[in-house]
């Protein structure tokens, strides 16, 4: 049953009795900084310990600025990677409406972070405002970082062939290239060649991706060049 008295720079800042030993003293507001706090007991006699060890206690009530963050803009992942820089040694989290989407330390030196979504919160397709706190070591919340709109797309374009996906010819004949087109407007690369002075069966592969690195399913085209045409034959004499 002591009583037992906390002290910062020889200010007594509260005080309690112990109960079984045990007590507990809520202080005043202390400034943001480093304070060495003791305690001495009191028992019914008045006796008065000596100082306990000094305590230190650092306070810090100031947020982290805000981290920046950065991500692709257009991506074909659901769990992209975002990345920034926050307070040195920070907890770095990442929301999109509301909800926490991942999480990491920031490096103790750089500050730098780098959060890869959670399988678990992965991203529909279409546009997503997402926004990052730092919280430091004191569980002081930084203000929300500024939005970084990401769209997701995973959906490949789609290439149509134009004109037949079986073309024959004749030996000799031209050939014209009909190409391709995807239905996302994205540029149709082919590979292959014909060579009309030569029968045979030659095969033209169409290929197209989008700006979100989607790749389209490949399309060929089978060009089938014949000699259909009976040889003439011509009497000498």
């Given amino acids: 049953g002591s009583t037992v008295r906390i002290y910062h720079d020889g200010s007594e800042l509260g005080s309690a009795t112990a109960e079984n030993g045990s ?8 400034s943001d900084g480093s304070h060495g706090i003791t305690a001495t007991a009191t028992d019914g006699a008045n006796n008065v310990s000596a100082d306990s060890p000094i305590l230190t206690v650092v306070v810090d ?3 982290p600025d805000a981290p920046t963050l ?4 257009l991506t074909n992942s ?4 975002l990345t920034g ?17 991942g999480s990491a330390t920031a490096d103790s030196e750089t500050g730098i972070y780098s959060i890869t979504v959670s399988s678990l919160s992965s991203l529909s397709d279409g546009s997503h405002d997402i926004t990052a706190t730092a919280t430091d070591a004191a569980n002081n919340v ?5 939005p970084l709109t990401v769209m997701v797309d995973t959906t490949a374009p789609v290439i149509t062939l134009g004109g ?22 994205e540029t149709v690369t082919s590979t292959g060649s014909v060579n009309t002075s030569a029968v045979g069966t030659y095969t ?13 399913q490949e399309v060929t085209r089978t060009v089938i060049v014949e000699d259909n045409i009976a040889p003439v034959i011509t009497l000498a004499g």
């Fill in 85 to 101: 820089t926050a307070e040195a040694g920070s907890t770095v989290r990442i929301y999109h409406d509301g909800s926490e989407l």
């Fill in 164 to 185: 037949d996906a079986e073309v024959e010819i004749e030996v000799g004949e031209s050939y014209t290239e009909d190409s391709a087109a995807s239905d996302g407007g």
């Fill in 142 to 146: 930084s203000v929300a970082s500024t």
């Fill in 70 to 73: 950065t991500g692709p803009s």
């Fill in 204 to 216: 033209i592969t169409y290929a197209a991706t989008d700006a979100a690195g989607n790749v389209a």
């Fill in 78 to 81: 659901p769990t992209p990677t």
């Fill in 61 to 63: 009530t100031t947020a």
């Fill in 23 to 30: 007590f507990s003293i809520p202080v005043s507001s202390l």
